[in-house]
């Protein structure tokens, strides 16, 4: 999947992805003081500490009225999560409801004894301990035995050797005809994609200057770093290492091109970022790396064309993929191959270990509360490092899905959230008929679009795969959680490799994330909206909820991604998924003019601290969630729904209460808005809100009507 444009779809992220990659959070208690919380038109109540004593008018600052009480009641939580979680959220995650019910025995079903089985054996680190690195080294003995590139190329294409250290691969649906085929794309240690590499070449970065990495790498090497402090290295090697497998990616990450290039495309020029090879061809750029071997043994050599994302990455890599460089080769090979498997082998994952306070900082009173504290941590590490072992799309994701969604919501839910996307489908075509600033062209564009819209509400079109086939072993059998690991692995390929070829199936986005991410998304290649089980909780939708609670939650974020269809990105991609911009006439210009305005309505709020919001890098977003709030109102109209329950479950779909770090993490990488603003500026451009709470002139969530924003 091409992962620099996956960033522009994934659209509805909430804070808690965000917690990957988040750097010490424990700093903010010093920092806290120095901070001025003072926003303008209102104040940043998500963060902690910022709520006023009295409960505000809905005229004044609608969130912080609506959610006065649960915001109030959290502030406590996020003192007492930090500095490991500092965010309170609303409800139970997926996780948690999926450890509850491993937990009761009383549920048993083929997924559950499977999802039991392992989760029980990743929680077992006597075991683990016990065990060490023994179930990786005849991995990588096999790579220290190769004594030519030649050797090495035969390993990588052994049906012994299950793991591709120089490339990724996925499949993908593609326009060209709707066929899924296979994607690759390279498979970085040090960051999450090539264009990154690109990006820090224009801020001085040098491999072997480690005050030049950007926070993000940062974090990246310090994850490797506590693999290779795991394997046994000490620390004067590991940082020579680093600084040796930095250079090495270096070298073929500083050919790509990165996002910004990508923003500065025309319309219509997306597509030609991405290359559709043939297998020969494919092989032919990849230069010695038996890429062709490598597939023809996992049976993916039949795909009619493959798909890479940035095609440079592939020379590069190839005009260093050589003899001379056997050594760095075989290192990095073996690193992979213990980064994939570190979650199946270590115990503990690496939290403690960022987070770990001595005593004497911790503000415990006594040695023996520290201690608990510290045994507590563990144990919550344990359970998450299981459950992220469980949850992999490569592992039993689709089987924590398919559990979550029977249980959780069942299908007569599955159903509601059907109609009330194809409702949203509607509401959409009877705005785009009465716009008046379209052409009658790109209406008939949108209209297909519209028509054509595929929807994965809780599972991908093609529905899941079962594991009736799966065996595991329990450690008293003899399995251990890494060979159990690759049994999942093997398998969950030799099904996704049946979807192959095959046609009408938008799988390749379902493929790239796990369904057990807490996400919502547009996938402008399919045409389709993709709902993932993860997203649900109590928040946001259960079965029992009214129309107005499920319009106001459920429903804002459906209506945002559908719009999503229609915008930057989605206005070059046609019903088909293939890239064709068509907009006509002057309907483009016009299009991001309106975006403009709406921009320059976000620049002029300050956060906090005099920082003030960008409004062109939350553009996108903030017109999905405009565009998404005003349909589901609309909607709500036509159905007669209580407006006020609607409006008032979409202040309460973005609770959240955060310390400063966190709220300073989500200016510096989020690109959705704050979640008051999501909340108070969107209720702000609709007119309803204005009768609805008899809201007038000298109310802060006043606007003149004719600095109401409307895009379509
Ligand atoms: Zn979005």
């Given at each position: 999947?091409?992962?620099?444009?996956?960033?522009?779809?994934?659209?509805?992220?909430l804070v808690a992805g965000l917690l990957v990659g988040c750097s010490n959070a424990s700093q903010s208690v010093s920092s806290e003081a120095e901070i001025d919380l003072t926003g303008s038109p209102w104040n940043d109540t998500c963060i902690q500490g910022n709520l006023p004593e009295e409960k505000p008018s809905e005229k004044d600052d609608f969130y912080a009225s609506v959610d006065y009480?649960?915001?109030?009641?959290?502030?406590?939580?996020?003192?007492?999560?930090?500095?490991?979680?500092?965010?309170?959220?609303?409800?139970?995650?997926?996780?948690?409801?999926?450890?509850?019910?491993?937990?009761?025995?009383?549920?048993?079903?083929?997924?559950?004894?499977?999802?039991?089985?392992?989760?029980?054996?990743?929680?077992?680190?006597?075991?683990?301990?016990?065990?060490?690195?023994?179930?990786?080294?005849?991995?990588?003995?096999?790579?220290?035995?190769?004594?030519?590139?030649?050797?090495?190329?035969?390993?990588?294409?052994?049906?012994?050797?299950?793991?591709?250290?120089?490339?990724?691969?996925?499949?993908?649906?593609?326009?060209?005809?709707?066929?899924?085929?296979?994607?690759?794309?390279?498979?970085?240690?040090?960051?999450?994609?090539?264009?990154?590499?690109?990006?820090?070449?224009?801020?001085?970065?040098?491999?072997?200057?480690?005050?030049?990495?950007?926070?993000?790498?940062?974090?990246?090497?310090?994850?490797?770093?506590?693999?290779?402090?795991?394997?046994?290295?000490?620390?004067?090697?590991?940082?020579?290492?680093?600084?040796?497998?930095?250079?090495?990616?270096?070298?073929?990450?500083?050919?790509?091109?990165?996002?910004?290039?990508?923003?500065?495309?025309?319309?219509?020029?997306?597509?030609?970022?991405?290359?559709?090879?043939?297998?020969?061809?494919?092989?032919?750029?990849?230069?010695?790396?038996?890429?062709?071997?490598?597939?023809?043994?996992?049976?993916?050599?039949?795909?009619?064309?493959?798909?890479?994302?940035?095609?440079?990455?592939?020379?590069?890599?190839?005009?260093?993929?050589?003899?001379?460089?056997?050594?760095?080769?075989?290192?990095?090979?073996?690193?992979?191959?213990?980064?994939?498997?570190?979650?199946?082998?270590?115990?503990?994952?690496?939290?403690?270990?960022?987070?770990?306070?001595?005593?004497?900082?911790?503000?415990?009173?006594?040695?023996?509360?520290?201690?608990?504290?510290?045994?507590?941590?563990?144990?919550?590490?344990?359970?998450?490092?299981?459950?992220?072992?469980?949850?992999?799309?490569?592992?039993?994701?689709?089987?924590?899905?398919?559990?979550?969604?029977?249980?959780?919501?069942?299908?007569?839910?599955?159903?509601?959230?059907?109609?009330?996307?194809?409702?949203?489908?509607?509401?959409?075509?009877?705005?785009?008929?009465?716009?008046?600033?379209?052409?009658?062209?790109?209406?008939?564009?949108?209209?297909?679009?519209?028509?054509?819209?595929?929807?994965?509400?809780?599972?991908?079109?093609?529905?899941?795969?079962?594991?009736?086939?799966?065996?595991?072993?329990?450690?008293?059998?003899?399995?251990?959680?890494?060979?159990?690991?690759?049994?999942?692995?093997?398998?969950?390929?030799?099904?996704?490799?049946?979807?192959?070829?095959?046609?009408?199936?938008?799988?390749?986005?379902?493929?790239?994330?796990?369904?057990?991410?807490?996400?919502?998304?547009?996938?402008?290649?399919?045409?389709?909206?993709?709902?993932?089980?993860?997203?649900?909780?109590?928040?946001?939708?259960?079965?029992?909820?009214?129309?107005?609670?499920?319009?106001?939650?459920?429903?804002?974020?459906?209506?945002?991604?559908?719009?999503?269809?229609?915008?930057?990105?989605?206005?070059?991609?046609?019903?088909?998924?293939?890239?064709?911009?068509?907009?006509?006439?002057?309907?483009?210009?016009?299009f991001l003019e309106k975006q403009q305005k709406l921009a320059d309505y976000y620049n002029s709020i300050t956060l906090f601290n005099n920082i003030k919001a960008d409004g062109d890098k939350t553009l996108t977003e903030n017109g999905a969630d405009l565009t998404g709030f005003k349909a589901i109102v609309a909607l709500a109209k036509n159905k007669d729904l209580d407006l006020d329950e609607?409006?008032?479950?979409?202040?309460?779909?973005?609770?959240?209460?955060?310390?400063?770090?966190?709220?300073?993490?989500?200016?510096?990488?989020?690109?959705?808005?704050?979640?008051?603003?999501?909340?108070?500026?969107?209720?702000?451009?609709?007119?309803?809100?204005?009768?609805?709470?008899?809201?007038?002139?000298?109310?802060?969530?006043?606007?003149?009507?004719?600095?109401?924003?409307?895009?379509?």
């Open positions: 999947m091409k992962r620099s444009l996956m960033n522009v779809v994934l659209s509805f992220s009480d649960w915001l109030e009641e959290k502030q406590d939580e996020v003192y007492e999560l930090a500095p490991v979680y500092a965010m309170a959220s609303t409800t139970k995650s997926i996780s948690e409801v999926i450890v509850e019910m491993i937990n009761d025995e009383s549920n048993t079903s083929k997924n559950m004894d499977l999802v039991r089985l392992m989760y029980n054996q990743a929680l077992d680190t006597d075991t683990l301990d016990k065990q060490g690195n023994s179930t990786i080294q005849p991995y990588l003995d096999l790579i220290d035995k190769a004594d030519s590139l030649d050797a090495l190329n035969e390993v990588f294409a052994s049906k012994d050797f299950p793991f591709t250290p120089f490339h990724s691969e996925g499949i993908t649906t593609t326009h060209m005809d709707g066929v899924n085929i296979v994607s690759i794309s390279d498979n970085l240690l040090m960051i999450d994609s090539l264009n990154s590499y690109g990006e820090y070449r224009t801020e001085g970065f040098d491999p072997e200057d480690a005050d030049t990495y950007p926070t993000t790498l940062k974090n990246y090497v310090q994850n490797v770093q506590n693999a290779l402090l795991a394997m046994g290295m000490s620390d004067d090697d590991i940082s020579d290492e680093i600084v040796k497998l930095l250079k090495w990616e270096y070298q073929y990450g500083k050919e790509c091109s990165y996002s910004t290039e990508y923003s500065d495309l025309e319309y219509g020029e997306i597509g030609s970022i991405s290359s559709y090879l043939t297998l020969d061809e494919l092989q032919e750029k990849m230069g010695s790396y038996p890429i062709k071997k490598i597939l023809e043994k996992e049976g993916r050599d039949q795909s009619v064309s493959y798909q890479t994302a940035d095609e440079k990455w592939l020379s590069a890599f190839a005009s260093i993929y050589t003899e001379d460089n056997l050594d760095i080769i075989k290192e990095v090979a073996k690193l992979k191959v213990i980064m994939e498997a570190i979650p199946y082998i270590i115990p503990e994952n690496s939290l403690s270990k960022q987070f770990a306070v001595s005593f004497e900082d911790s503000g415990y009173d006594t040695e023996e509360e520290y201690e608990q504290s510290q045994a507590d941590l563990k144990a919550e590490e344990a359970k998450s490092r299981a459950y992220t072992a469980i949850s992999q799309v490569n592992t039993l994701g689709y089987a924590i899905s398919d559990i979550y969604v029977s249980d959780y919501v069942g299908d007569e839910a599955k159903e509601r959230l059907t109609t009330l996307s194809k409702d949203l489908v509607e509401v959409y075509h009877k705005e785009i008929e009465e716009n008046e600033w379209l052409e009658e062209e790109t209406k008939e564009a949108i209209y297909k679009k519209l028509d054509k819209m595929r929807f994965n509400i809780l599972e991908p079109e093609c529905g899941y795969f079962d594991y009736e086939g799966v065996s595991l072993k329990t450690t008293e059998e003899g399995g251990t959680l890494f060979d159990n690991y690759l049994i999942l692995k093997q398998y969950v390929m030799d099904q996704e490799n049946k979807w192959i070829g095959q046609t009408a199936m938008s799988v390749s986005a379902w493929i790239t994330y796990s369904p057990t991410v807490q996400n919502a998304f547009y996938d402008p290649e399919s045409n389709s909206v993709n709902i993932v089980p993860g997203i649900l909780n109590e928040n946001i939708f259960t079965a029992d909820m009214s129309d107005e609670e499920m319009y106001g939650r459920i429903g804002a974020i459906i209506g945002h991604e559908l719009s999503h269809a229609f915008d930057y990105l989605g206005s070059q991609y046609d019903e088909y998924g293939a890239c064709n911009d068509w907009f006509a006439g002057n309907d483009k210009e016009e609607v409006y008032k479950a979409y202040a309460q779909l973005w609770e959240v209460v955060m310390d400063t770090s966190y709220a300073q993490l989500i200016v510096d990488i989020d690109s959705h808005s704050q979640n008051y603003l999501r909340a108070n500026v969107n209720v702000q451009m609709t007119d309803e809100f204005y009768e609805l709470y008899d809201v007038d002139q000298g109310d802060t969530m006043y606007l003149a009507s004719e600095d109401r924003i409307t895009i379509w």
